[in-house]
């Protein structure tokens, strides 16, 4: 008996955009669906639990200001890790860039919150926010660039640093009521102003998506990192600074994290505590592969996982849902959206369906 | 005993990778104690049909038949148990085992190296191997290797061999020895498979030629009833004239004088000892020798990427006063006109961004030329066109990434790059490594180009015959020195050959 393989897969030559968008939108649908299911087991119907989510982060206002809120911070440690990961530079260490970069902030924010006036002192905080972050980010890429040291294991115990320094001020030198563990929220002066009821930070990561984008693409310094990315042989051959490359682009993607952490300091939280980060760090990895490290794509990942995160507190508070089952649902999309990819890069062939005109 | 089933059968095999096909309805037999050739040029289908007999793909139609039998070979598993082996161009070996253990990986019998080692020595004496069982890969030089993959292939019984490109590694010598094996194992009854493209190997050794020409089965005749040019003709389906114009050189004047080079590795091991010589300008300097021998670490040192120890490269360009390349930076180097096209052996690891297109490629060599913080996209894409219509570069576009272009057209988006920067010194090291013969010319062509404009044209190849016909002297390495230097309208390829393994006259390995 002839016997072919059930399934067999082939590389597909490059597929029409419209197509692409097509199956990742289908992937989509497909995730919400297997979604239904977990809904149906627990008892609660779809529709409603779908509607509660849609209707607690785009049904009003209050919604809508939370979940950009919530995407302020994945995008712009999206942006930042974009050209890392563009290098082949994995920068795990977000998470520890953006408390450095919010720790540095508030020290301004503390120290001199009641006598300078707050543009100044916003300027000065952002401007230490940027060095912190980037400090943090550059001493694994040395260790790199000189000894060939593991940046991956680097960046992700500096992470457990910067949280621990922010732990110990919280808890000493910069606690507020003694014994109360926590630092004093900030001075008026020192709090980011808001722009239709978000603070400014959302004008401050699009300000950044078009510099990263046009940084990536048109610049001499995004076309070293792309390069360098593809071929450490290659980039010394053109001539370029290996070891420089690394550590500047470092130095950026820790600035802008540190950035980030001013924003989710001085906008959102208007204080400091050692889980300022809130695991975005992390987060914002899939953000940018989801994104395919697409600036613009960036946007939409990051508010679409921002939107999943407010309706899922508000499952909770309105349908009695417990977190854990968003937090599913969150997982099954993302597995969807990236496994999707494969249908794209990849197409099966099924056993019994031949190419024209062979007799079985 | 009358042999009434041929070894192997390809029945109307189809092949397509995307809007490509590689092969098409291909008829080809294959018996016992037969060694055959496969003969193409880059992109006729050679290497995917194999892969089909390997288990590496799946035909989309017809059928593959083994001793008459139609077989189902889905995976490289299967094949072995058809006794089908193939022994690829790169090779897939664990570097820190030794060859025994090498060979013992993946087996199902009980793992005991003794026995393992015990009959790979029987192996070895059957066919006339030379290998030690316990030595690690590592330590072993390419034609070792080889022989582990091959002695890993005949190990697991297989007496139906598939060999890849074989020689593309190896020097004469070495190409001879295994020539001598493969016959031992015909004679054993066995059906072996040469895929190649060098003309010479196949007349010496296959005993039947099957030509491929873009996927379709042109012929296949017997080695004895045929001749080379034939052989072209069936494989590029016109004449292709094997001449190389080469004319004197006019008025050649020193542009590159080098003396006393001396460069270690990074574990410290001389790869060059005090080699010294002078490129003229309009003049072909071909370099020789075993892989190995210190051609890359040459050309690397000269372009300013290695460390020199010792030495000088005194760089004298046209109307200028000379100067001293070494503790120059790559980039300086490249600035003053010295240009260097190196081919790899996996063709993308220095040179080129494989996931770039053709335009962004083009880039490499001039991203920095620029002023201000952007770089120059339309001027490079201008490039890319112009190297694609000059070469006649196969791609769906110039931002098509190169990594999925065939490798002649890989080595076509690298040496034209090169060429376009009009260099003075031009240094080129295997640029048509694993090319077919059209593109070969249109490769040599350029080399012939560059020195009628009066550069000085470095080239390290592979193939003696187009160096002697190519080059208006040639320089042999081994070792790390330099054996001699010949003029190569009156050598010979024996005098060569022996230079590559000789050196101040010490027997070479």
């Known amino acids: 008996m002839n016997k072919d393989p059930l399934i067999r897969l082939a590389k597909r030559a490059n597929m029409a955009k419209g197509k692409i968008w097509m199956i990742r939108f289908g992937a989509l649908v497909f995730a919400l669906l297997l979604g239904s299911l977990i809904f149906l087991i627990v008892g609660t119907s779809p529709v409603t639990a779908y509607g509660a989510m849609l209707n607690s982060s785009l049904g009003k206002a209050s919604g809508i200001r939370q979940v950009v809120k919530n995407a302020v911070p994945l995008l712009g440690t999206a942006l930042a890790l974009a050209p890392c990961f563009k290098m082949k530079y994995w920068n795990i260490g977000a998470e520890g860039q953006i408390t450095m970069g919010a720790m540095f902030a508030t020290f301004f924010a503390l120290n001199f919150g009641k006598t300078w006036s707050s543009l100044p002192l916003l300027l000065v905080m952002g401007i230490a926010s940027v060095i912190g972050g980037a400090l943090w980010a550059v001493i694994p890429a040395i260790f790199k660039a000189r000894w060939g040291t593991n940046e991956t294991l680097f960046t992700l115990m500096m992470n457990y640093i910067a949280i621990g320094i922010v732990a110990y001020l919280q808890d000493g030198p910069w606690e507020g009521k003694k014994g109360s563990q926590i630092i004093p929220n900030f001075d008026k002066a020192a709090v980011l102003p808001k722009l239709f009821g978000v603070h400014i930070g959302w004008i401050i990561v699009l300000l950044l998506v078009a510099f990263m984008f046009v940084y990536m693409k048109y610049t001499k310094q995004g076309y070293e990192i792309s390069v360098l990315g593809e071929s450490e042989n290659t980039a010394r051959y053109a001539g370029m600074n290996v070891s420089r490359i690394i550590r500047r682009t470092a130095a950026i993607s820790g600035a802008i994290c540190g950035l980030v952490g001013f924003m989710v300091a001085s906008g959102a939280n208007q204080t400091l505590y050692s889980g300022v980060a809130a695991g975005v760090g992390f987060t914002a990895i899939t953000v940018a592969w989801l994104a395919q490290l697409n600036p613009f794509a960036m946007i939409a990942i990051s508010l679409m996982l921002a939107v999943l995160s407010k309706g899922a507190s508000g499952l909770q508070t309105s349908l009695g849902i417990p977190a854990s089952i968003s937090d599913m649902i969150t997982g099954i999309i993302l597995l969807c959206m990236l496994g999707c990819e494969f249908f794209i890069n990849y197409r099966m062939i099924f056993r019994g369906k031949k190419t024209e005109g062979k007799a079985a | ?397 110039i931002h098509y990434p190169v990594r999925k272009l065939s490798g002649g057209n890989v080595q076509k988006v690298l040496v034209g790059r090169e060429i376009a920067t009009s260099p003075t010194v031009l240094m080129t090291a295997y640029a048509v490594r694993g090319l077919d013969i059209n593109t070969s010319y249109i490769i040599y062509d350029l080399m012939v180009g560059q020195k009628s404009k009066g550069t000085a044209v470095v080239f390290v190849g592979e193939d003696l015959d187009v160096l002697i016909e190519l080059c208006d002297r040639i320089l042999v390495l081994c070792g790390g020195e330099v054996s001699g230097i010949v003029d190569a309208r009156t050598t010979t390829k024996d005098e060569i050959g022996l230079l590559m393994t000789k050196v101040g006259g010490k027997e070479g390995k």
């Open chain 2, 1 to 397: 005993m009358e042999q009434t089933f041929h070894a192997v059968e390809f029945r109307n095999i189809t092949k397509r990778f995307g809007e490509v096909t590689a092969n098409n309805g291909i008829d080809l037999y294959l018996d016992r104690g037969v060694i055959m050739s496969l003969l193409g040029e880059n992109g006729s289908g050679k290497t995917s049909l194999m892969n089909m007999l390997a288990g590496i793909y799946y035909p989309d139609d017809g059928e593959i038949l083994i001793d008459g039998k139609h077989a189902e070979i889905r995976s490289p598993h299967d094949a072995f148990s058809y006794g089908i082996g193939m022994i690829h161009q790169h090779f897939k070996l664990v570097d820190v085992f030794t060859a025994a253990e090498n060979v013992a990986l993946g087996l199902e019998e009980k793992f005991d190296l003794r026995a393992t080692a015990y009959k790979m020595k029987e192996i070895c004496g059957k066919y006339g191997f030379d290998i030690d069982p316990d030595k690690k890969i590592y330590e072993m030089s390419v034609s070792e290797k080889q022989t582990v993959e091959i002695i890993k292939v005949l190990y697991r019984g297989a007496d139906i061999l598939i060999l890849d490109e074989p020689t593309a590694v190896l020097t004469p010598q070495e190409t001879e020895k295994l020539f001598n094996v493969l016959r031992a194992m015909r004679d054993d009854g066995k059906a072996i498979i040469l895929i190649t493209h060098k003309l010479n190997e196949v007349m010496a050794v296959s005993d039947v030629v099957a030509v491929l020409r873009k996927g379709q089965h042109i012929a296949t005749v017997r080695t004895a009833e045929t001749n080379p040019s034939d052989l072209t003709n069936m494989m590029v389906g016109r004449a292709v004239t094997l001449n190389i114009n080469r004319f004197k050189p006019k008025d050649p004047t020193p542009r590159l004088t080098v003396a006393g080079l001396t460069v270690r590795d990074s574990e410290g091991v001389k790869k060059l000892n005090n080699v010294g010589f002078i490129a003229y300008g309009g003049e072909i300097l071909g370099i020789a020798g075993i892989a190995g021998s210190g051609q890359k670490e040459l050309l690397e040192a000269i372009a300013g990427l290695r460390h020199i120890e010792d030495g000088s490269i005194i760089y004298t360009p046209e109307g200028k006063n000379p100067e001293e390349l070494v503790g120059k930076t790559p980039m300086e180097i490249r600035d003053a006109g010295v240009a260097l096209a190196f081919v790899p052996e996996d063709r993308l690891g220095m040179g080129l961004a494989p996931g770039m297109g053709m335009a962004d490629n083009m880039l490499i060599r001039t991203w920095n030329k620029t002023p201000g913080p952007f770089v120059d996209k339309r001027s490079s894409e201008e490039l890319a066109k112009q190297v694609h219509d000059l070469l006649d570069v196969v791609t769906p576009d």
